[in-house]
């Protein structure tokens, strides 16, 4: 688990498996990134897989929201990731 920093300094969690390619695995509403593992871990040879827990959920759930739109502020954490892992 690698611990990632927001742009409000949050710290938000993010589980990483595998190597090669990078492939951003985005969690849907109420799922933690544990989620995909059976799906992501028999291509873990051939690609590294990036999986957020977005705030709220997993071992991210007790960062706040720090916006109103709880879909501008998983959008903002997206880019944080993003940015992170370039």
Same mark, same amino acid.
């Given at each position: 688990?690698? &611990?990632?920093?927001?742009? +409000?300094?949050?710290? $938000? %969690?993010? !589980?990483? /498996?595998?190597?090669? *390619?990078?492939?951003?695995?985005?969690?849907? $509403?109420?799922?933690?990134?544990?989620?995909? $593992?059976?799906?992501? $871990?028999?291509?873990? !040879? @051939?690609?590294?897989? &990036?999986?957020? #827990?977005?705030?709220? *959920?997993?071992?991210?759930? %007790? /960062?706040?929201?720090? *916006?109103? #739109?709880?879909? *501008?502020? %998983?959008?903002? #954490?997206? @880019? +944080?990731? &993003?940015? %992170?892992?370039?």
């Amino acid at each position: 688990m690698t &611990i990632v920093k927001m742009r +409000d300094n949050a710290p $938000l %969690h993010v !589980r990483t /498996i595998g190597r090669g *390619q990078p492939v951003l695995m985005l969690p849907g $509403l109420g799922m933690n990134s544990n989620q995909w $593992l059976p799906f992501v $871990l028999p291509y873990s !040879r @051939q690609f590294r897989f &990036i999986m957020p #827990d977005f705030r709220g *959920q997993g071992r991210s759930k %007790h /960062i706040a929201f720090n *916006q109103s #739109d709880v879909f *501008q502020n %998983h959008m903002e #954490d997206t @880019q +944080d990731v &993003i940015r %992170h892992f370039a």
